[in-house]
C-alpha cells in the first residue's frame, strides 16, 4: 500500500520534523554552526543551537518563534512551514544571500553578545537580505501559517523588473514552480524496496520532497519553488534513498533544460492575454533524459510544461513533474 500520503495524517508530523532534521545542512545551527541543534524557529524555518535559541527568544515571537525539537509539541502548520522552507541551506539563502566584507558568522563558541548583533542583523533588522526580497517584520507576515515561498514570491512581484542593486548580489528573471508528480519502477536500495525522495537544485538553490517509505512507485505530488537567475543552467535532479543510520543511497539523477520554457514564455508576454494553446517544445534527444517530448502550453493563463524522465546512472526509475514559470509582473 502507497504511503505517499503519510504526511497528511495526524501525528506524521515528527517523523515529517525528524526527516528533515537529518539533512546534512540542518545537523548544525543555522547561525553559529555548533553541531546538532535541538531547537527551532518554526516562522524562519531555521533549526539552531541552544545558545542562538536564547537571542531568538529576545527578538520575539513576531519575528522568531521559537520551539524545541524534543520538548515541545508541534501543531502540523508549524511543521508545514519548516518543511516548506526546506531548513537551514535554504532560509540562509535569503537571509544571508549578502554579508557585508568585514562581518563574520559567529563562531560555536562566541559570546552573547556577538550571537546578538549577527542574529538581530539578520532577521531583526534583516540588512544581508538583497533589497528586493526584504520581509515585513509585521505579526502577519511573519507569522507561522505564512509560507516562506509566498512571502519570497510576493517580494518578487514589488517589481516588474529584474533587481540587481549591489555587487555580488544575484539577479534573479522570475520564478519556476516544480510539481513533483510521480515515480515509477525506482531502483531498489533496501532489502526489496526504497524510500525515495528527490532532491532539485538550481544554482546554489536546493529543495526536496518528503520521503516515500518503502515504495518503487512513489507519489509525491509536491509542488517546490525555485528563483531562476538571469545566468541560469538546468536544474539537476537526484532521487536518493533515505536511510537513518547510514548516508543516503543515490537512485538516480537527470538534468532539466529550462531554457525552451523560458525562451517561450518570454516570446509571448503575459500568458493571461491568450487563450490555451501550445507555444513550444522541449525535444527528446540522446543527450537528454526525455521519455518523449516535452510540449509547453499556456493553461488558463499560466505557462506550463509536463516532463517525463529516464532517470541516467541508475539500473531502472522514471519520474514525471510539471514546471509552471512566473514572472516577476505576473
Partial sequence: MSRASDHQRPGSGKRRLKDLMLQSD?????????????????????????????????????ISKVLSLTLDEWSEDEVDSMVEVGGNYSANSIYEAFIPEGISKPHPDAAHDERMRFIRSKYE????????????????????QSSFSRKILDSFRISSTPQKSEEGMVEFIG????????????????MMSSDPYVVLTL????VQTSVV??????????ERMLS????FGPVKLQVYDYDTFSADDIMGEAEIDIQPLITSAMAFGNPEMFGNMQIGKWLKSHDNALLDDSIINIV???VKQEISLKLQNVESGDLQLDLEWIALNQ
Fill in 26 to 62: 540542518n545537523r548544525f545551527c543555522a547561525d553559529c554552526g555548533a553541531p546538532d541543534p535541538k531547537w527551532a524557529s518554526a516562522n524562519i524555518g531555521v533549526f539552531i543551537c541552544v545558545k542562538c535559541c536564547g537571542v531568538h527568544r529576545s527578538l520575539g515571537t513576531h
Fill in 125 to 144: 533588522l534583516q540588512e544581508f537580505l538583497k533589497p528586493s526580497l526584504r520581509i515585513t517584520s509585521g505579526k502577519s507576515t511573519m507569522s507561522v
Fill in 175 to 190: 520564478l519556476l514552480k516544480v510539481k513533483v508528480k510521480k515515480g515509477t519502477n525506482l531502483a531498489i536500495r533496501d
Fill in 203 to 206: 544554482g546554489k538553490q536546493t
Fill in 213 to 222: 517509505k518503502s515504495n518503487l512507485n512513489p507519489v509525491w505530488n509536491e
Fill in 228 to 231: 531562476v537567475p538571469h545566468d
Fill in 300 to 302: 488558463d493563463g499560466k
